[in-house]
C-alpha cells in the first residue's frame, strides 16, 4: 500500500465525501445543471490561479532539483493543460479570461486554496504535497470512474470535455507522476509518528473538495 492509498484508507468518510458527491453523480449522470457547472469552472480557474502559487512554493521548498522538477510538472499540468480547458469551456459561455479573474472568489474557493497555501507556508514539503494530493489525484479517479469504458465511449454527454479531460492520458499520467512522487517523498521523509499528522491534512482537503462542488450547488439553489 503506497502513501496515498494509506491516506485515502485513513479519511475514508472524507474521501467518498468528495470522489461521490451529488455534483459529480450528476455530471456522471449528464442531469447536472448548467449554470451549477459554469458556477463551477469559474471557480475552478479562481482556484487554479491559487494552486499554481502552491505548486510555486513547492518549487521554493524543494531542496533538490528532483523535487523542483515535481513541483515544477504540477505547475505547468496547471498552465499548459487545466486551463486550456477552462479557457475554451468558458469561451463557449462568452466569458474571457479578465471576465473571469474579475469575477469574486467564493468563501469555498478562498478556505481551500488558502488552506492548501498555509500548509506550504507552515509546513514542509511534504507537508504541502499531501495537501495537494485530494486534487491532482482525486480528479483523476473521479475522470476514470465517469469514464469507465474510455474517452471515446461517452458519445455527446454533456460533460464529455470535462470529463475527457480528466480520464484522458495526458492528465492520468500527470497523476500517477504526482502519486509517484508522493509516495518517494514519504519514503524520505515520513516517519511513523507524522502519518496521523498528515492523515488529517488529507482529511481536510477532501473535505475542502467536497464543500467546493457544494459551493456550485448551492449558488444555482440560491438562484
Ligand atoms: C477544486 C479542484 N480540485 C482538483 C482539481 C484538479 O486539478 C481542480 N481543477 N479543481
Redesign the pocket.
Known amino acids: 500500500m503506497d502513501i496515498f492509498e494509506r491516506l485515502k484508507a485513513a479519511a475514508k468518510a472524507e474521501w467518498s465525501s468528495y470522489v461521490d458527491h451529488d455534483f459529480v453523480r450528476q455530471m456522471g449522470a449528464g442531469t447536472l445543471a448548467p449554470p451549477a457547472f459554469q458556477t463551477y469552472l469559474v ?2 480557474y479562481l ?2 490561479i491559487q ?1 499554481a502559487r502552491a505548486y510555486a512554493l513547492a518549487i521554493y521548498k524543494s531542496r533538490s532539483l528532483a523535487d523542483m522538477r515535481a513541483a515544477q510538472r504540477g505547475l505547468s ?2 498552465l499548459d493543460v ?1 486551463m486550456d480547458l477552462h479557457v475554451r469551456l468558458c469561451g463557449r459561455w462568452g466569458l474571457t479570461p479578465a471576465a473571469i479573474e474579475a469575477a469574486p472568489e467564493h468563501l469555498a474557493t478562498i478556505a ?1 486554496t488558502r488552506f492548501v497555501l498555509d500548509c506550504g507556508v507552515s509546513g514542509d514539503l511534504l507537508d504541502l504535497h499531501v495537501a495537494l494530493a ?3 489525484i ?2 483523476a479517479e473521479i475522470g476514470r470512474r465517469l469514464a469507465p469504458d474510455g474517452v471515446a465511449a461517452l458519445g455527446d454527454h454533456p460533460y464529455r470535455d470535462w470529463i475527457g479531460e ?1 480520464a484522458g492520458e495526458v492528465y492520468q499520467e500527470i497523476a500517477a507522476g504526482a502519486r509517484a512522487h508522493l509516495a518517494a517523498l514519504a519514503a524520505r521523509s515520513m516517519t511513523e509518528q507524522r502519518f496521523a499528522e498528515l492523515a488529517a491534512l488529507f482529511a481536510k482537503a477532501s473535505r475542502l ?1 467536497a464543500d ?1 462542488w457544494q459551493m456550485a450547488l448551492n449558488d444555482v439553489a440560491a438562484g
Open positions: 471557480q475552478d482556484f487554479l494552486f499540468a496547471i487545466e481551500y485530494p486534487c491532482v482525486g480528479y480528466y473538495e467546493f
